[in-house]
C-alpha cells in the first residue's frame, strides 16, 4: 500500500529530516568556528521548539478547563498525562537553554570583533 504525499507522516518526516540535516550543517558550521552556524542552530530548534511549546500550553489550558489531568469523558490515564508532558519537557527545556547559551554565545563573539 502506498502512502500518500499528503499523508500527515510524510509531512513530518519530511519536516523531521530538514531540521536535522539543517542542525548537523550548522554544528559542523560551529566547529569551524562559522558565525551562521549559530544562527543555523537556532533556527533549526525553533520548530521543535515551538510545537512543544504550543503543546504545553494546550496541557495546561486541559488542565485549567477540567480541573486535572483527567476528565468525566476521557478513557487515557492521568500518569500518560503526565508522563508524555514530562518527555516533551526533556526535549524542550534543554533546548532552550542550548539555544540561549547560542545565543548569548553569538552575542558576545560579535562585540568582540
Known amino acids: 500500500m502506498a502512502i500518500p504525499i499528503r499523508s500527515p507522516s510524510v509531512f513530518i518526516a519530511a519536516t523531521a529530516g530538514v531540521v536535522l540535516t539543517l542542525w548537523v550543517i550548522s554544528i559542523v558550521a560551529l566547529f569551524f568556528r562559522q558565525r551562521w552556524g549559530y544562527w543555523g542552530c537556532l533556527g533549526a530548534f525553533v520548530p521543535v521548539a515551538g510545537s512543544l511549546v504550543f503543546q504545553s500550553i494546550r496541557r495546561i489550558a486541559f488542565v485549567i478547563e477540567h480541573g486535572g489531568m483527567d476528565c468525566a469523558t476521557c478513557d487515557a490515564s492521568p ?4 508522563l508524555g508532558w514530562a ?3 526533556v526535549v524542550l527545556l534543554p533546548g532552550l537553554a542550548f539555544s540561549w547559551w547560542l545565543w548569548r554565545s553569538g552575542r558576545r563573539e560579535a562585540a568582540a570583533t
Do not use: H, K, N
Open 79 to 82: 500518569l500518560a498525562f503526565l
Open 87 to 89: 518527555t516533551e519537557l
